[in-house]
């Protein structure tokens, strides 16, 4: 078998080749699978790194009713996250997506979409019809991958990923356990490259690496054929195929070779060049990619629609009398395009039923020659179902060898052969060309010079048929375009242009003289360069063609053919071509008549022996006159024929009586004639007879031959249904295999895990007898193995629960799960749940019994129901009140609501029916801002009960169920009606306090104090400091002479904070001209209360003092100096005992 994966000379990238270039885009990787799928998946997901960058969709012949579990089962093989493909799911690269069951799968736009098949059952292509998605919506960045299976799906999917420049790699058929689709991709000529499943990861990540990026190929320069690598490789192609590529699109070129440089990891066109010319397979490979051959029946449905509803029919009613019509598929590849034609052709003839007799004759051409031997067989695989409907499958097609052959009538109606439209000539007198998808991939040169040879090779009127990218461009004088949006033109009857055909032997012939010889301008001269058959028929036409002319109905010559000269000649004076005008005599008057009926009747008319003068004498001559309906361009015209009339031939004297021997001959001839007559009448007779004979038993084995055909249809469905089931049978065998693998592994691995955990489990049988148990039960049960099958109530146990078993069997028989708490006599305490054994069947066989050691629990539970009793006896006797509310405000409950209140008198109500009408709207706008903001409020508020305003610092939060859906508000208020009316005591005393204060918070940094806040201060304060806005400021913003804060006040002031001990200092002011007293308070911890006074006058009279004490010591001091010493310590006491006296510290 010859695989398309490597030769054995590839070479390998050297070094200092150039880098691989990345390509754009995220490539996603279609994988198609059937039986044997899942084994040839896993060793295919073995190479694929987490990390490649692409997305992987795997695409299985599934069982629609049976669950699918290749989710789990391929998650194993992989490390990328394994998806079963729900609707509308966008692509991720490096994930990997699994078709679900029973449902067809496409893509747009990288989003994938399942869809209900036609049927869940039978010759289903869900392979196909997802890589021909995928090739639409993806283009370059599609690529394919075909595992093992049964049958032929996906090979088709492959000619649109071709299509598009994607890539198709296939499993080696030797590898795979079914290599049905496999084969069907290598014999179709799609597989880019065959390796086994395990390789073909590395190959695509190899392909991935080198593959070109999606953007037009860089224009290159073809002046010098030698030293062009694209030039090499097509000059290499000539000499291995016989075909010549110099008239290709260098870009379609360029594509193609940068994808075979991909697979075989190619750095440069020089490096493929010298690889192409040593490797004659590759050269095989390269010609075949280059003729792209993709096509399916009836591709573009509303082209083939139009064909039906419109051209045939119109080429029918061109003939009404019918007609044999010529038709010629161009560039048919392996033949469905020239088969959808005549099927076309054979359902319009049975809708219209015309009068007259039609046949097509089809041919057609390509130059892949393996294509035209494809064709020629009339085989396809089973899969073209997605392309022509289940009718149509009927009524021309047979089953042959799991696919189709197309039934003889068709398969007549067709004629194969290989063909190069640029070498070899044309076919002529057609009614219709298809030449679909071809002109696209071709030089405008070449283009141009096409068209005018299908104008040429169609009849007038004749349709043509392109592919959707194509149009007759500059030829748009030979051809006019035919009503709708298809690309379908129709034949101008004739054509303008004056310049001779370049006809295909004459383009090849350039060809072979050199790749860059400069074709000749269109409308040069070039020896041997016309049309041989159009001097040919223009030969014959001048020398051998009665002479013609064509008129219009009122006589106007408008063509003459042949030499007319004997017949017609210009009228005198002013030139007149009218053929009345210009008939010669004998002529006029009877073609004036004859003509007008001609016109009138559209018919025909013939004049025979009419005597017309002439410069050599008079002739007799025939006249033919024909009114035109047919082709429509000449329709309304009048052709005139002109031919003389054979001289009459000598009559021959008769001879005398026939002899009477000659007399008896001749009756004896007669009666034997008469005779033979008799005996062929008779003949004919038992003919007809047995013809009839035969009609009927031709009627009767056409009869029981539908019965056949149906039987062997009904056959044939129940094969496939066979096949489809057999194959899902398949699948679901690996899959079950897999899963029996697995589930012992799950078994194994639950004992593992039923052993290493703490819970005790025990097994008991409907008769309350000793299946399994755990590791841990031994603790609790004495048991040992060979205790299974002893009944439980046999056992001895360490906890104080008598009615295990009564509670087992009652479980049992109720089917309710029973949970209990039990002691045990060493002070544990279990968990203990009983609960009904299920098969997986959902049949009840037992008991399962599990322990859970809740000691720990239990001791928290005393802890946790100590700190609750703490917990009520504190908020008892606290002022504060609990309380939680639904959404509609309303008390659900509430702890110490008021002495003047029963809690439980608040429940049900609201706070409208609880408290006045002002107090009751302030709390409920603060409860509903907690319930519809979601957020916590905190705040101050007060209410008035019975005459007396009380303070509240009230919180309230939105209460949560288990989802986070808010279900209502609970929160609490503490009462701070002293504490309010202490602050205000407070107040009042500090705005008339005599010394200044101020209130200080200490601002920590990293837990270290770095500064003072400012809270409040007295009017004193701001006298004393002449700052009037210090409250909010930090200490170090309002440090001044007047204000000043040392380090030791600092100290001081975070001690007090700190520690809660009162401080006193005397700090000096304005460069010691005034002195400040400090005392230093602390309410709460953080937080310091400063109390300033001026002592600058007790400062003085200190220093006075002193000063007189020192002057008395020493006894020398006049007595006059002492007394004014004395004074001024007078003076001053006089002024600071008042102060003294008022002095609050």
Not at 255 to 260: D, N, S, T
Not at 676 to 689: C, D, I, K, P, V
Not at 1001 to 1015: E, K, N, Y
């Amino acid at each position: 078998m010859t695989k398309t994966s490597t030769t054995p000379s590839t070479p390998t990238l050297q070094s200092g080749s150039a880098p691989a270039r990345p390509r754009a885009g995220t490539a996603i990787v279609g994988i198609g699978a059937s039986a044997g799928g899942l084994e040839a998946l896993e060793l295919f997901l073995s190479g694929v790194p987490a990390d490649s960058g692409m997305a992987f969709v795997v695409v299985q012949h599934l069982d629609p009713v049976h669950k699918n579990i290749m989710v789990e089962l391929l998650q194993r093989s992989t490390s990328m996250p394994v998806i079963e493909i729900g609707d509308r799911m966008r692509v991720e690269p490096n994930h990997l997506y699994i078709i679900a069951p029973d449902r067809d799968l496409s893509i747009l736009h990288g989003v994938l979409h399942l869809l209900e098949p036609a049927a869940p059952r039978g010759l289903r292509l869900p392979v196909d019809f997802f890589l021909r998605a995928l090739a639409a919506d993806q283009q370059a960045n599609s690529i394919a991958v075909i595992l093992s299976g049964m049958g032929a799906d996906g090979s088709l999917g492959l000619r649109a990923i071709k299509e598009c420049a994607g890539a198709v790699f296939v499993q080696d058929p030797e590898s795979a356990k079914f290599d049905g689709m496999p084969r069907s991709a290598i014999d179709a000529g799609l597989a880019d490259v065959v390796a086994p499943a395990e390789e073909l990861a590395g190959r695509i990540l190899a392909y991935r690496r080198h593959a070109p990026l999606p953007v037009a190929p860089p224009e290159l320069s073809f002046s010098d054929a030698d030293g062009s690598a694209l030039d090499k490789i097509v000059v290499i192609l000539r000499a291995q195929s016989g075909h010549d590529f110099s008239f290709y699109k260098k870009s379609t070129i360029y594509r193609r070779i940068e994808r075979r440089m991909s697979l075989h990891q190619l750095a440069g066109i020089a490096d493929y060049v010298r690889y192409v010319r040593d490797n004659a397979h590759e050269a095989q490979l390269l010609f075949k990619e280059l003729l792209i051959g993709v096509t399916s029946f009836f591709r573009d449905p509303a082209v083939w629609e139009q064909i039906e509803d419109e051209v045939i029919p119109a080429l029918l009613a061109a003939h009404p009398e019918g007609a044999t019509l010529r038709a010629w598929t161009a560039a048919c590849s392996t033949g469905e395009e020239a088969y959808s034609l005549a099927i076309a052709f054979r359902d319009t003839i049975e809708r219209l039923k015309p009068e007259g007799r039609f046949t097509l004759q089809i041919f057609a051409t390509d130059l892949d020659s393996d294509a035209i031997d494809r064709a020629r067989s009339g085989e396809f695989p089973g899969n073209i179902v997605a392309d022509i409907s289940e009718a149509r499958l009927r009524r021309y097609f047979v089953q042959h060898d799991g696919g189709f052959r197309v039934c003889k009538e068709i398969r007549e109606m067709v004629t194969f052969a290989p063909q190069n439209l640029v070498m070899d000539p044309p076919f002529t007198k057609l009614d219709l060309l298809t030449c679909r998808n071809l002109l696209i991939y071709l030089e405008a040169d070449l283009q141009k010079k096409l068209l005018p040879l299908f104008h040429y090779s169609l009849r007038p009127g004749g349709i043509l048929v392109l592919g959707s990218a194509e149009t007759v461009g500059a030829a748009s004088d030979l051809f006019t375009a035919w009503p709708g949006k298809t690309r379908i033109y129709q034949r101008r009857a004739s054509s303008p242009r004056s310049e001779p055909l370049d006809f295909p032997a004459s383009i090849y012939g350039r060809a072979r003289r050199g790749l860059a010889e400069p074709m000749p301008a269109a409308g040069a001269a070039q020896p041997g360069n016309a049309n041989v058959q159009t001097l040919i028929d223009s030969l014959l036409q001048q020398r051998f063609s009665p002479a013609a002319v064509l008129t219009t109905d009122k006589g106007d010559i408008i063509y003459i053919s042949g030499k007319t000269g004997k017949y017609l000649e210009p009228a005198a004076g002013k030139a007149n071509l009218n053929i009345f005008a210009m008939a010669r005599e004998g002529l006029a008057g009877a073609l004036n008549e004859v003509f007008a009926r001609v016109v009138r009747e559209q018919g025909s008319q013939v004049l025979k022996g009419l005597r017309v003068g002439s410069n050599d004498g008079a002739l007799m001559v025939n006249v033919e006159v024909h009114s035109l309906q047919d082709p429509a361009p000449l329709r309304g015209m009048v052709l005139i024929v002109f031919s003389d009339q054979p001289a009459a031939r000598a009559k021959v004297p008769r001879k005398g009586q026939l002899a009477g021997a000659e007399a008896e001959r001749m009756d004896a001839m007669t009666q034997e004639i008469a005779q033979s007559r008799e005996e062929l009448q008779r003949a004919r007779e038992e003919m007809q007879t047995s013809q009839e004979e035969l009609k009927s038993t031709n009627e009767e084995l056409q009869s029981t031959n539908e019965e056949l055909q149906s039987t062997n249809e009904e056959l044939t469905t129940s094969k496939e249904e066979m096949q489809s089931m057999n194959e899902e049978l398949q699948t679901v065998n690996h899959e079950l295999s897999a899963k029996v693998d697995e589930l012992s592994q799950a078994s194994d691995d639950m004992k593992n895990l039923l052993n290493s955990t703490d819970i005790a489990t025990l097994f008991l049988d409907e008769e309350m007898r000793i299946r399994r148990f755990t590791n841990r039960i031994t603790g609790i049960i004495k048991l040992i193995p060979s205790d299974a099958g002893r009944p439980i109530t046999d056992l001895v146990s360490t906890l104080d629960y008598p009615s295990l078993a009564d509670d087992a069997r009652e479980v049992l028989r109720s089917l309710v799960f029973r949970e209990v708490q039990v002691g045990a006599f060493d002070g544990r305490w279990f968990n203990v749940r009983i609960m009904p054994y299920r098969t997986q069947d959902n049949r009840i066989d037992g008991v399962v019994i599990t322990f859970i050691d809740i000691s720990a629990a239990k001791t928290l539970e005393r802890a946790l129901r100590l700190s609750d009793e703490r917990f009520r006896i504190a908020i008892e006797h606290a002022p504060l009140t609990v309380f939680s509310q639904d959404r509609d405000l309303r008390y659900t409950w509430v702890h110490n609501l008021q002495p003047q209140l029963r809690s439980g008198d608040a429940v049900g109500k609201t706070d409208a029916d609880l408290l006045p009408p002002e107090d009751a709207a302030r709390l409920s706008a603060l409860k509903r801002q907690a319930l519809e903001q979601g957020i916590s409020v905190h705040t101050e508020t007060s209410a008035h009960l019975h005459g007396t305003t009380h303070f509240y610092d009230f919180f309230a939060e939105p209460a949560r169920d288990q989802s986070g859906a808010i279900i209502g508000v609970s929160g609490m208020a503490w009462e701070i009606t002293e504490q309010k009316r202490s602050e205000a005591r407070f107040r009042q005393l500090l705005e008339h306090s005599l010394n200044a204060v101020a209130c200080h918070q200490v601002l920590l940094d990293d837990g270290v104090p770095r500064d003072f806040l400012v809270l409040e201060v007295n009017p004193k304060f701001k006298e004393l400091t002449g700052l009037q806005d210090a409250v909010g400021k930090r200490q170090s913003e309002l440090s001044t002479s007047i204000y000043p804060f040392s380090a030791e006040l600092f100290a001081a002031c975070v001690r007090v904070a700190t520690t809660g001990k009162s401080e006193r200092l005397d700090v000096a002011c304005n460069d010691g001209a005034q002195w400040i007293n400090c005392a230093l308070y602390s309410p709460e911890p953080g937080y310091f209360i400063s109390v300033k006074e001026d002592v600058t006058e007790r400062r003085r009279l200190a220093d006075t003092l002193n000063q007189a004490l020192s002057v008395l010591k020493q006894g020398s001091a006049p007595g006059a100096a002492l007394q004014q010493i004395v004074q001024e310590a007078q003076a001053l006491l006089e002024r600071h005992i008042p102060q003294e006296n008022h002095h609050e510290p």
